[in-house]
Nanobody
Framework: EVQLVESGGGSVQAGESLTLSCATSGFRFEDYAIAWFRQSPGKKREGVATIAGGDGSTFYDDSVKGRVTIAKDNAERTVTLHVNALKLEDTAVYYC?????????????????????????WGRGTQVTVSS
């Protein structure tokens, strides 16, 4: 059974830093891309960062670029998301998701058709609340 379990959320002050963790099981970790998403009340879910399964290459959404670092530990099967200089607008439920590298390649190949990556597995999320 595939499982993704997020942890590390909480209430923090603006300007502080936070590290979220995604613990995984039930699939061949090295073959999967892992992504962090977030969703604020009344807003659509948005991608934050992605780390590839093979070479570990990373991608960051422009809204967080420069403040966020995604990293993975193959031995521990975990992916972390470190966020610096937290802002009020970072308040959201943060989710990690996983999909096979083949799906990422498929979506990349069909990007010109408007296709996006289908994320097959999701965690239940962890709440991050930033206050002033």
């Amino acid at each position: 059974e595939v499982q993704l379990v997020e942890s590390g959320g909480g209430s923090v002050q603006a300007g502080e830093s936070l590290t979220l963790s995604c613990a995984t099981s039930g699939f061949r970790f090295e073959d999967y891309a892992i992504a962090w998403f977030r969703q604020s009340p009344g807003k659509k879910r948005e991608g934050v960062a992605t780390i590839a399964g093979g070479d570990g290459s990373t991608f960051y959404d422009d809204s967080v670029k420069g403040r966020v670092t995604i990293a993975k530990d193959n031995a521990e099967r975990t992916v972390t998301l470190h966020v610096n200089a937290l802002k009020l607008e970072d308040t959201a439920v943060y989710y990690c998701a996983a999909t096979h590298a083949a799906e990422v390649a498929r979506a990349k190949l069909n990007r010109h058709k408007g296709e996006t990556v289908r994320w097959d597995y999701w965690g239940r999320g962890t709440q991050v609340t930033v206050s002033s």
